[in-house]
């Protein structure tokens, strides 16, 4: 008896004498949302000093997904805190198992790796109600937003939010008439998208629901539907030309004109009518209507003013269409739809 405890101590004696990376589990959740983004936390440390770096790859897991393979990592004396991200894809899920080897400068030594075993994950799995926005973060926040006219029967809202901690791009409406992404900026840790949706003008709010970790609830976001023929200010170059402005200097020339012209009658020194022709043809100028705008074949209508944004519709023939205002690189244009849309100004064969 005494012999086979011997030889069971020199076996286990053994095969740590060749391990050289000791790692476990630091900080792992408790529990995970079904589509959650979290961290978990690996304590590592190694018994060879000369080592340049430390790798790890993961196999056998199911219902997660692993987000980074380099570790973000913190040192602590002689321990590694090495995170990762994971996104929880499935109700059921267990942690991958976790092989970490040490990456040494001498190409002709090699040590053995280590294999932390992945434990079960308990996944939590929602059942939201229908104006759920598919977003499951730790804040989800509104910056702009802005709403137009799309057509006879639509309103089409876009707006920019910020949110942390979240898988941004998943965000979907249910029962809208459209919907896309314009553009969006991912991280684990912070991302911002600027999103559109298309719904009925009688709708007076946009309403929905995310999920938010910290609070273990559903937080509703409200967006109140004020028609604005401005186009979207979640865009620096969106902000089309001021035409109160055009108006503002039209009044003042007008002014300028009646103040001259009782003033050359007061004097009676008719020759100065010719100074007064000079604010007559500048408002002339300012007046002279720009309504339509001719659109060449095969150009592409866009639904927003924003480069590489949604091509809602392709024209087939060169078509004249109304000119509705213009910003930067697009001008606003009506279909014979009634819907509104943007075309790009290398697109239009007049201006």
Known sequence: MLKLLLLTLLFITSLFANKVIYLNYDKIPQRVVKGEIFPI????????????????????????????????????????????????????????????????????????????????????TLNPKKDF??????????????TTSYDKHHNIVVFVATATNSNIDKLKFKNVYKQGIESVNKSYFDSKITYYVVIPKELENFSFTYFNLPKNRYVKINIP??????????????????????????????????????????????????????????????????????VKANSDIHLLPVANGTIFETTSVQQTMQKEGSVTKFIKVKLHNDKIGWVKNEDTCSY
């Open 41 to 124: 936390t690996l304590k590592t440390i190694s018994t060879i000093r000369d080592f340049e770096d430390i790798q790890y790859a993961f196999t056998n897991y199911q219902g997660v997904k692993v987000l980074n393979n380099v570790p973000y990592r913190e040192i602590k004396g002689k321990y590694y805190f090495e995170t990762f991200y994971l996104l929880a894809t499935q109700s059921s899920a267990k942690l991958p198992d976790i092989e970490a080897s040490l990456v040494v400068s001498q190409s002709d030594i090699s040590y053995p790796s280590t294999i932390l075993k992945g434990e079960k994950l308990n996944v939590i």
């Open 133 to 146: 926005s598919n977003i499951i973060a730790n804040s989800f926040e509104l910056q702009e937003f802005k």
């Open 225 to 294: 539907i004020v028609v604005d023929d401005d186009s979207v200010v979640a865009q620096s170059d969106l902000k089309p030309k001021d035409q109160s402005k055009e108006q503002l200097k039209i009044n003042i020339a007008a002014v300028v004109a009646l103040v001259g012209f009782f003033f050359i009658l007061w004097r009676k020194k008719y020759i100065y009518l010719i100074l007064i022709l000079f604010p007559l043809a500048y408002i002339g100028y300012l007046s002279i209507p720009q309504k339509d705008v001719c």
